[in-house]
T-cell receptor, first 113, second 112 residues
Framework: KQEVTQIPAALSVPEGENLVLNCSFTDSAIYNLQWFRQDPGKGLTSLLLIQSSQREQTSGRLNASLDKSSGRSTLYIAASQPGDSATYLCAVDYGGATNKLIFGTGTLLAVQP | DTAVSQTPKYLVTQMGNDKSIKCEQNLGHDTMYWYKQDSKKFLKIMFSYNNKELIINETVPNRFSPKSPDKAHLNLHINSLELGDSAVYFC???????????FGPGTRLLVL
C-alpha cells in the first residue's frame, strides 16, 4: 500500500532558526514529489516539485531533497520567519495511467516571534 | 487574477439534500482534480479529469458525480448528502499529468 508519513506532526521554533521537515513514503517507485503549504482556512500553495531523477530543488529560503532509495524527502527552511507558520504537506505522485497525488499527514509549523 | 476558483466558499445544508460545487481554472490546463480534506486535515484524491475525460474515481460513493462541460470547468454534484460528507473539498488543476498542481481555495461543506 502506498503511504506517505510526515514527522513531526507539529513543530514550534523561535524566529530565525533553521528547520527540517521530514516526509517518508513506502513505495520508492515515485514519479515526483511535491511540497505544499496550507494556511488556516485556505487552499494549498505549491512550494517545490522534485522529479524522480532529481536530488534536490531550491526556492529562496526553501530547499527540498529527495532520496528515493530510502523513501525520504526533507524540506529545509532557512532563517525561519513568523510568516512561515502554516501546515506543510508533502505529496507523492506515482505517475502511470492514473496520476494522482498521495498526501502525507502534514506538519503544523509555528514560528514564534 | 484567480487561477483556480471554486464556488461557493461555504455550504451549509441538511441531510438528504442535493448540492453542487463549481470549479473553474483560467490557466489553460488540461487536467483537473477534486480532493476531499476530512476533519483530521487528511487530503485524498476523489476524481481527476484529463481533457474532459474521467481518469480517476477513487472509491467514491456514486452519490458524487463530477461533470466537466469543458476543459476549464470541473463541477462536483453530490446527491442525498450525509453527515459524513462534511469536509473541505478542493479543486486543483495541472498542465498535464505529473506537473505541479494548483489548488483552489476550497469549499467548506457542513451537512446538518
Amino acid at each position: 500500500k502506498q503511504e506517505v508519513t510526515q514527522i513531526p506532526a507539529a513543530l514550534s521554533v523561535p524566529e530565525g532558526e533553521n528547520l527540517v521537515l521530514n516526509c517518508s513514503f513506502t513505495d520508492s517507485a515515485i514519479y515526483n514529489l511535491q511540497w505544499f503549504r496550507q494556511d488556516p482556512g485556505k487552499g494549498l500553495t505549491s512550494l517545490l516539485l522534485i522529479q524522480s531523477s532529481q536530488r534536490e530543488q531550491t526556492s529562496g529560503r526553501l530547499n527540498a531533497s529527495l532520496d528515493k532509495s530510502s523513501g525520504r524527502s526533507t524540506l529545509y527552511i532557512a532563517a525561519s520567519q513568523p510568516g512561515d507558520s502554516a501546515t506543510y504537506l508533502c505529496a507523492v505522485d506515482y505517475g502511470g495511467a492514473t496520476n494522482k497525488l498521495i498526501f502525507g499527514t502534514g506538519t503544523l509549523l509555528a514560528v514564534q516571534p | 487574477d484567480t487561477a483556480v476558483s471554486q464556488t461557493p466558499k461555504y455550504l451549509v445544508t441538511q441531510m438528504g439534500n442535493d448540492k453542487s460545487i463549481k470549479c473553474e481554472q483560467n490557466l489553460g490546463h488540461d487536467t483537473m482534480y477534486w480532493y476531499k480534506q476530512d476533519s483530521k486535515k487528511f487530503l485524498k484524491i476523489m476524481f481527476s479529469y484529463n481533457n474532459k475525460e474521467l481518469i480517476i474515481n477513487e472509491t467514491v460513493p456514486n452519490r458524487f458525480s463530477p461533470k466537466s462541460p469543458d476543459k476549464a470547468h470541473l463541477n462536483l454534484h453530490i446527491n442525498s448528502l450525509e453527515l459524513g460528507d462534511s469536509a473541505v473539498y478542493f479543486c486543483a488543476s495541472s498542465q498535464v499529468y505529473g506537473e505541479t498542481q494548483y489548488f483552489g481555495p476550497g469549499t467548506r461543506l457542513l451537512v446538518l
